[in-house]
């Protein structure tokens, strides 16, 4: 099962994709999650994407795509992926879309979770990560997946693990950023999701209500 799963920064996009990821036992491929383990292992690309990642632009194509394709080349990726996080414009869109052409590789299924500016802004603010797990959602602002405490200290609330805060989420200039890239209807995300819509059957699923009443809408539509 290959699939896309798109949403703005903010509207419970990982959170989705981690039910979605459990249904059908593929791997999560996270384009920012891969960008900050490099960082925090010193790599390279690590170097060279931290200084776009913290003003909340995007890394160059000529960085991301080929790291992204290669990705979905390695031996956990035969029997299907969850891409979250890319593509992010519509170049990396057509980059994509070719390269599965190429291969002969079928989209199964592009998600796209529909959310408003403010609420996302709001969502992304309140986001913790877990130390432990990346598939380990929490949010202070979120009642479903609201952290645990332990000694008066904000902990994961599935597995008790360590929480810190993203540097761009708390910084409301590179949220700016992020979203324009996102709701971009000429050359940004929203235009990538609109490349699919022309080409593959996209699943819309309304991101405002609670965690539980989107994943049931979303596992529904997926069947
Ligand atoms: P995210 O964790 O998805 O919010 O991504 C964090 C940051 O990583 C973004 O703000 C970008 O700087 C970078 N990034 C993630 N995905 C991509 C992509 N597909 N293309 C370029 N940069 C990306």
């Excluded at 990642?53 to 969850?82: A, F, H, Q, S």
């Excluded at 529909?114 to 979120?142: E, F, V, W």
Aim: net charge negative; glycine share 12%; aromatic share 6%.
């Amino acid at each position: 099962m290959n699939i896309l799963i798109f949403g703005p920064n903010g509207s419970g996009k990982g959170t989705q994709g981690a039910i979605v990821q459990k249904k059908f036992g593929v791997p999560h491929i996270e384009t920012g999650v891969i960008f900050r383990e490099n960082i925090s292992g010193g790599t390279e690309l690590g170097i060279k994407a931290k200084g776009y990642i913290d003003k909340g632009e995007l890394v160059p194509d000529e960085i991301t795509v080929p790291m992204i394709l290669n990705r979905l080349k390695e031996d956990d990726c035969k029997d299907g992926w969850l891409l979250d996080g890319f593509p992010r414009n519509l170049a990396q869109a057509e980059a994509l879309y070719d390269a599965l052409e190429k291969e002969g590789i079928k989209l199964d299924y592009v998600i796209e979770i529909l959310l408003d500016r403010q609420t996302s802004k709001n969502r992304i603010m309140g986001r913790r990560l877990c130390a432990n797990d990346n598939n380990h959602p929490n949010n202070i602002y979120i009642d479903a997946i609201k952290p645990a405490e332990k000694d008066g200290t904000a902990v994961c609330r599935v597995c008790g693990g360590e929480l810190s805060a993203r540097a761009d989420d708390q910084d409301e200039g590179a949220i700016g950023k992020r979203h324009n890239i996102y709701y971009d209807t000429e050359t940004g995300t929203t235009a990538a999701v609109n490349y699919f819509k022309e080409r593959v059957t996209v699943i819309g699923v309304d991101g405002l209500p609670g965690v539980k009443e989107v994943s049931e809408e979303l596992l529904e539509k997926l069947g």
